[in-house]
């Protein structure tokens, strides 16, 4: 049994802060992360309003993700994959299963659209989630 059986704003809260926890500790992504950030409590409101934005339509992020991650220092295709594993373990840890999809599969139709546009070419997800928030960011 997850945390929460929807997604809601304290649900995101909540996966935002577990996700990048693990991130900050982890071998390959940790590096990617630390030299790039250094207000994290800032970084994980950004992503709070990002991911509140496209799942409940909250209108509070006005970024520009494709910008950010054309600006970071080159890295591997990878890295998106181990991104994706963490994101996917995280997002069923705090939400059933149905709204943990719904966290999984935008996700990978976003970390699509930034390999392209980052250059890196399409990534080859195994079964990937059909189930898509409602706004398209980022693609
Ligand atoms: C290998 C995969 C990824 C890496 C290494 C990565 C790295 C980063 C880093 C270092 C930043 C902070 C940049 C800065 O503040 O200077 C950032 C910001 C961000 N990332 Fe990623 N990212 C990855 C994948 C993703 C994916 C798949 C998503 C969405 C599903 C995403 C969404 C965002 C957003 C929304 C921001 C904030 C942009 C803003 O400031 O408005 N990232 N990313």
Known sequence: MAL???????????????????????EELGPVFNAAIHDWITHKQVLRDFWSSIV?????????????????PAFGQQLF???????????????????????????ERVAQGLSMGIGHGRLNIDHPSRVLGPLHIAS
Do not use: C, Q
């Open 4 to 26: 929460f059986p929807a997604a809601n704003e304290i649900g995101i809260a909540t996966l935002v802060d577990r996700f990048y926890d693990k991130v900050r500790a982890d």
């Open 56 to 72: 409940l339509r909250s209108g509070r992020y006005h970024g520009n993700p494709m910008g950010v991650h054309r600006a970071l």
């Open 81 to 107: 994959h181990r991104w994706l594993a963490l994101w996917r373990e995280t997002a069923r840890e705090v939400f059933d299963a149905s709204a943990a999809e719904l966290f999984i599969g935008t996700a």
